[in-house]
């Protein structure tokens, strides 16, 4: 079953470097784009709690999806299609290879299980 949901989390991937490309930019704006919503882990800089809450917002799917759906139909607002594309992506390949949204626990602790070594 594993593999099959990391199968599911690529063609969610290329489902976004499609959209991406739809949009006429250069392809490799997209891999350089595709850390962007990393940022959001500088929030652990306030701890644990606000951490959390911020990275998940970053790579919540969701929301990048709502801010696809405003910038694609509604606004007409290509930069907020993007940041959408981009974060669909992100998070896409983030739950690819094992990191989920955080728990208020630590970084390590996510909603796909714990990442890391284990300390103790």
């Given amino acids: 079953m594993k593999t099959v949901l990391k199968l ?4 969610m991937f290329l489902l976004g470097f499609f959209l991406f490309m739809q949009m006429g930019l250069p392809w490799w ?4 784009l595709l ?4 940022i959001g882990m500088l929030g652990y800089i306030f701890g644990n709690k606000v951490g959390a809450i911020i990275y998940n917002i970053f790579h919540h799917r969701g929301l990048a999806i709502l801010l696809y759906f405003a910038g ?3 606004l007409l607002f290509p930069e907020l299609e ?3 594309i981009i974060m669909f992506s992100h998070s896409a390949m983030d739950r690819m290879f094992g990191y989920g949204l955080k728990y208020e ?3 390590r602790f996510t909603h796909l299980g714990e ?4 300390h103790g």
């Fill in 8 to 11: 599911e989390e690529l063609m």
């Fill in 29 to 32: 704006w997209f891999f350089a």
């Fill in 35 to 38: 850390l962007v919503p990393d």
């Fill in 72 to 74: 694609v139909s509604y």
């Fill in 82 to 84: 993007l940041v959408g």
């Fill in 105 to 107: 626990k630590g970084f």
């Fill in 115 to 118: 990442i890391g070594k284990k």
